[in-house]
C-alpha cells in the first residue's frame, strides 16, 4: 500500500484502563485501528491474556502494518494520560514519550475521562472509570466540557452522582451506588476518538492546544494518588539505648541459658550420685545377708556332724 501523502500522521494510544487501545490517523480519518482489553484478573472474562505492556506493543505493530505505513512516518503521537492505576497508565505515557524521544516529533497527551466523554452523546453527565481499592475516577461534564474533576473517590463519596447519569466501566462496577447508568455508554477509553480530539487541535490552523487549551495536556501521567506498589524507606536508625538494651537482652538471655545448662548438668550429677549410692547400699545389704547365711550354714553342718 502506498503511504498517503498527508501533513498529519497521528498515532494515538491508551493504557489508562484494562483496554490497550491504538490507532492511525491522517488527519481526516482513522486508517487504522486495534482495541484490546487487558484480562488482570482470572475473573474478568472475555479479555486477552497479557499485561499492558504484552499487548501495547504488537498492537502498534499491528495498526502500522494494516497502514502500510512505517515509524519514521509519523509525524506526531497522541496519549491518554489517565488518571488511571500505576502499572498501566504508565506502560502507555512512556511508550509514546520514547517513541517521541526517537522520532523526534511531538507527544500530546489528553485526560482519558475526556476521550470517554466525547463519545457520549448527552446534555450532562459523568464518567467513572475502575480505579481499584474500591474506588473510581471521575469527572463531569456538560456541554462546554469538563468542569469538574478528574477525581478519586469512594463511589458512594461522589456527591453528585444522584443527579448525573454515569457512564465508563467505574459505573457499570457500581450500578447499585450510580442510579442512572447510560446503557449505550462507552466503558473504556477509545484511540480513534483519542485521534479525532488531537487531529482537530492539529488541522485547525492555530498552535496545538490554543483552540481548546483544556484538551492537550503534556504527555504526563495523571496518577491521583500514590502508587500501590512503593519503594522501601531508609532503614530506620538505632539509638545508643536501643544498642545497649538489646546487647544487655542478649546478655541476658546468654546467661540465663548458661545458668539453666549449669543447674541441669549439677541435677543430673546429684541424681547419679543418689542412685549410686542406693545401689551401694543394695550391694552391701545382699553382701551382708549372703555372709550371714554362708556363716549360719557352715554352723549349722559343723552342729550336725558333732552330732
Do not use: N
Request: net charge neutral; aromatic share 4%; proline share 8%.
Amino acid at each position: 500500500m502506498a503511504v498517503p501523502s498527508v501533513s498529519v500522521l497521528l498515532l494515538g494510544l491508551d493504557t489508562a484502563t484494562p483496554a490497550v487501545t491504538v490507532a492511525l490517523h491522517d488527519g481526516t480519518r482513522v486508517l487504522a485501528e486495534a482495541t484490546t482489553v487487558a484480562r488482570l484478573s482470572a475473573r474478568q472474562a472475555p479479555a486477552a491474556k497479557g499485561s499492558h505492556s504484552e499487548l501495547l506493543a504488537p498492537a502498534i505493530a499491528q495498526v502500522l502494518a494494516e497502514a502500510g505505513v512505517d515509524r519514521g512516518d509519523l509525524t506526531a503521537v497522541a496519549v491518554g494520560v489517565g488518571p488511571g492505576p500505576y502499572t498501566g497508565l504508565r506502560v502507555g505515557v512512556v511508550t509514546a514519550r520514547v517513541l517521541g524521544a526517537v522520532l523526534g516529533i511531538p507527544v500530546h497527551g489528553v485526560c482519558s475521562l475526556d476521550i470517554i466523554a466525547a463519545d457520549v452523546e448527552a446534555p450532562r453527565f459523568l464518567v467513572a472509570t475502575d480505579a481499584r481499592r474500591r474506588e473510581v475516577y471521575s469527572a463531569c461534564y456538560d456541554e462546554t466540557g469538563r468542569y469538574r474533576g478528574p477525581l478519586v473517590d469512594h463511589p458512594g463519596d461522589i456527591e453528585w452522582r444522584d443527579s448525573l447519569p454515569a457512564v465508563g466501566e467505574g459505573a457499570r462496577m457500581y450500578d447499585g451506588i450510580f442510579p442512572a447508568i447510560v446503557g449505550d455508554g462507552p466503558l473504556y477509553p477509545s484511540a480513534p476518538t483519542l485521534c479525532r480530539i488531537v487531529a482537530a487541535e492539529l488541522t485547525s490552523g492555530s498552535p496545538p492546544g490554543t483552540a481548546r487549551p483544556e484538551l492537550l495536556l503534556p504527555p504526563v501521567p495523571l496518577y491521583l494518588r500514590r502508587p500501590d506498589a512503593r519503594e522501601p524507606g531508609p532503614p530506620k536508625r538505632v539509638t545508643e539505648r536501643e544498642r545497649g538494651a538489646a546487647a544487655t537482652g542478649l546478655s541476658a538471655a546468654t546467661e540465663g541459658r548458661g545458668s539453666g545448662a549449669r543447674e541441669g548438668v549439677a541435677r543430673k550429677r546429684t541424681e547419679a550420685s543418689a542412685g549410686s549410692t542406693e545401689r551401694e547400699r543394695g550391694a552391701a545389704a545382699t553382701g551382708l545377708s549372703a555372709a550371714t547365711l554362708k556363716e549360719a550354714g557352715g554352723r549349722g553342718r559343723g552342729s550336725g556332724a558333732r552330732q
